[in-house]
């Protein structure tokens, strides 16, 4: 089975279809994905993804969280430990 990640894209997910991984990725600017072996590779690099993110923004400044809708329902995560540090990103406008 082939399988896509989505780093850059309109919506960033772990695909199993490339029609899927497509339209999320064509025709937008600076797309990032990739063919990974696994659904659990990736995730993790999509964890990866999001973490090296959130170092740098964090770095760089802190935004208002007021009046935004979190849609978490289509995240993935290897494991629970980012869950909170990834809905800060969600909250911030990152994802």
Not at 4 to 10: K, W
Not at 49 to 70: G, K, P, Y
Request: net charge negative.
């Amino acid at each position: 089975m082939t399988i896509y990640v989505v780093l850059e894209g309109r919506r960033r997910g772990v695909y199993y279809r490339w029609e899927d991984c497509f339209a999320q990725v064509n025709r937008f600017p600076d797309a990032l994905y990739f063919k990974v072996a696994s659904r659990a590779e990736g995730e993790c690099r999509l964890q990866e993804h999001v973490s090296r993110i959130l170092q740098t923004s964090s770095e760089a400044s802190t935004s208002s969280m007021t009046n935004l809708i979190v849609d978490q329902l289509h995240a993935t995560f290897c494991d629970d430990t980012n869950i909170n540090a990834i809905t800060v990103a969600l909250l911030i406008g990152l994802l």
